[in-house]
């Protein structure tokens, strides 16, 4: 096994609009003083922590990125390579994100993104930052592809949703952040709907496929009843993944293997 690198490692995993939960699992975290070193994430965990590893809290996090509409972060185009356009994620990580590059960035972040062109994950961490995070999040099928090096990619989930390889044997401590949970849901009608559902469908087993490499996970089974595109939910996305996390802090095992590994 490498040597360990960092203190504190972090993956937060893609969920579309259930990303809102990990500003408050950050949040609860922070609070006991338990930071990130590096932060691992995919998709909307990229975005979450791109702007955390810039400097911003999770508080602040979700002030930028809550949105008045669905149409203010995605708007539909005429479908060609995609049906919508991410311009809106685009503009807001242009107005908050300081860093321009991965090097810029205050905490070391890396950045998981499917390689369609050669069928296989590719794990930013150097260079232009924000193309990098788009292409993370360019869910397929909603979003076109995003072209770096004249090679096409697509969301990281297609491939690895819960990017917990790259930084795995570097941590002393893993810390997992996942939200995207699959259970039962009514409403299956409509392009855009079906798609996103079938995306995320294949993802939910990833946590019990690599759940047992964190020291403590947080996969609230209670994010089901939140829909992937629902970006008016922010608030009580952000609680549910606060009161969740603070709610595992409080367990006395989960207390003594915090202790056992951080001192």
């Known amino acids: 096994m490498p040597e360990e690198k960092y203190r504190i490692g972090l993956v937060l995993s893609g969920g579309g609009a259930r990303g809102f939960a990990h500003l408050g699992v950050m949040q609860a975290f922070t609070e006991e003083g338990i930071l990130p070193d590096i932060i691992s994430g995919t998709s909307a965990g990229s975005l979450a922590g791109a702007l ?53 960035l205050k905490i070391p972040l890396i950045v998981c993104a499917t390689d369609i062109n050669n069928a296989k994950p590719v794990y930013f961490s150097k260079g232009e930052l924000i193309t990098s995070l788009i292409a993370s999040s360019s869910i397929p099928v909603l979003f076109k592809p995003v072209k770096i090096n004249n090679i096409q990619f697509l969301d990281g989930g297609v491939l690895d949703n819960f990017p917990v390889k790259p930084i795995e044997n570097k941590c002393r ?91």
């Open 52 to 104: 955390y590893c810039d400097g911003h809290s999770p508080k602040e996090i979700l002030a930028i990125m809550k949105p008045e509409s669905k149409l203010s972060l995605m708007r539909p185009v005429l479908p060609r390579d995609g049906l919508l356009e991410i311009s809106g994620i685009a503009r807001i990580l242009e107005a908050h994100l300081t860093a321009r590059r991965f090097e810029d």
């Open 173 to 263: 401590f893993l810390i997992g952040s996942f939200v995207n949970p699959v259970g039962y849901e009514a409403a299956t009608s409509g392009l855009i709907t079906i798609a996103v559902r079938t995306f995320m469908l294949d993802q939910a087993k990833e946590v019990e496929q690599k759940g047992g490499k964190f020291d403590i996970l947080i996969a609230p089974a209670e994010l089901t009843k939140f829909s992937i595109l629902g970006v008016e939910k922010a608030d009580a996305l952000y609680e549910l993944g606060y009161k969740k996390t603070k709610e595992k802090l409080r367990d006395p095992e989960i207390q003594k293997v915090i202790r056992m590994k951080l001192g």
